[in-house]
């Protein structure tokens, strides 16, 4: 881009965020925030394309400023990392909700798949789940009790493995994003198809509604907190890919910090999962309205924190921000 095609596209932005610093404490945090991270970035991009230029010297200044008003005698909240839970996630996700649709249509699509070829070819299940995990259930449904497996181990074992092998598997998403959107759209695709041939491997026992009251107890949030890691991954893969306006390194980096961000968020819903694997799911008997009680409850809380919440904060906040310019 031209150097007078960026100044252009971006004058009124800086002349806009430079009245904000002036205004100081009578402008809104947040407002104040994002205007920086922006200028920042618009900084990176001058610096790598119109070195030694009037435009990087002003931004030079510009950002030099504003530091030093934003940050001067700043103090941490001792709600901070409460604060990015409740607010400052939930605010940031909302421009991800696209992509997080494309996640979850990976994952969909490929769980299809899965499960049309497990129901067209009876060896699939075992090149996928392997022929240990499946004789092992073959024989818990002979028992009686096709989802036996999950009685293994002490409750506290359980639940610290099962817990960090998710988030492994979260930021193996995540990670598998630096080579672009195609990595992490492997991982998707791949754990979808394995989800896939396992529901329907129960389906063709005869045992489906047994089999997914119980494994839908804990795999409500750790299937959707695969997903949402899954956005986490295409976030940094189409940084990537897609710079717009940024130098890709820049690109790069914004992506990469934004996709940790939505990794990182997930790690609460992970032990919520890792515990309901560890301490509930292996009651197998337990009464279908409470197994129905504690999938909802988790889908439920998917998602409000994930897609709900965003919205209605968003809203909420442009209001404020309408409210106050008035």
């Known amino acids: 881009m031209r150097e007078a095609a ?6 009124e932005k800086w002349i806009a965020f430079e009245k904000a ?4 404490a009578s402008t809104d945090p947040d407002e104040l925030a994002n205007g920086y991270i922006q200028l920042t970035n618009d900084l990176a991009y001058a610096q790598t394309y119109y070195a030694e230029s009037k435009t990087l010297l002003y931004l030079n200044e510009l950002a030099s400023l504003a530091h030093q008003k934003i940050y001067k005698n700043k103090k941490e909240s001792k709600n901070r990392i409460l604060s990015f839970w409740i607010t400052e ?5 909302r421009q991800y909700h696209n992509t997080l649709g494309r996640a979850f249509l990976i994952f969909i699509i490929a769980s299809a798949i899965g499960s049309l070829s497990a129901i067209n070819d009876a060896t699939f299940v075992r090149l996928i789940l392997g022929d240990a995990y499946v004789n092992e259930t073959l024989n818990n449904i002979a028992n009686g009790d096709p989802a036996a497996i999950y009685k293994g181990g002490s409750e506290i074992g359980s639940f610290l493995g ?8 979260a930021f193996l998403a995540f990670a598998f994003g630096v080579i672009t959107s195609i990595g992490t759209a492997y991982i998707l695709f791949s754990n979808g198809v394995m989800l896939g ?27 959707s907190v695969i997903i949402i890691a899954g956005c986490a991954g295409l976030t940094m893969g189409n940084s990537i890919l897609f710079p717009k306006t940024y130098a890709r390194r820049v690109s790069f980096m914004k992506g990469a910090k934004d996709g940790l961000k939505v990794v990182v968020s997930t790690i609460p819903f992970f032990i919520i999962a890792g515990f309901i694997e560890g301490f509930i799911t292996r009651y197998t008997n337990m009464p279908n309205w409470l197994a129905f009680i ?14 709900a919440y965003p919205i209605l904060l968003n809203t ?9 310019k008035g």
Request: positive net charge.
């Open 162 to 169: 099962i817990t960090i092998n998710n988030i492994r598997v």
């Open 197 to 223: 041939a396992f529901i329907t491997f129960f389906y063709t026992k005869g045992v489906f509604f047994e089999a997914n009251k119980q494994i839908w107890l804990h795999g409500t949030i750790e299937i």
């Open 294 to 307: 504690i999938i909802g409850t988790s889908l439920f809380l998917i998602i409000f924190y994930y897609i």
């Open 21 to 24: 610093i002036n205004l100081g």
């Open 316 to 324: 909420k906040h442009e209001r404020q921000l309408h409210t106050a």
């Open 89 to 93: 996630f939930p605010l940031f996700f």
């Open 6 to 11: 960026f100044v252009k596209q971006n004058k």
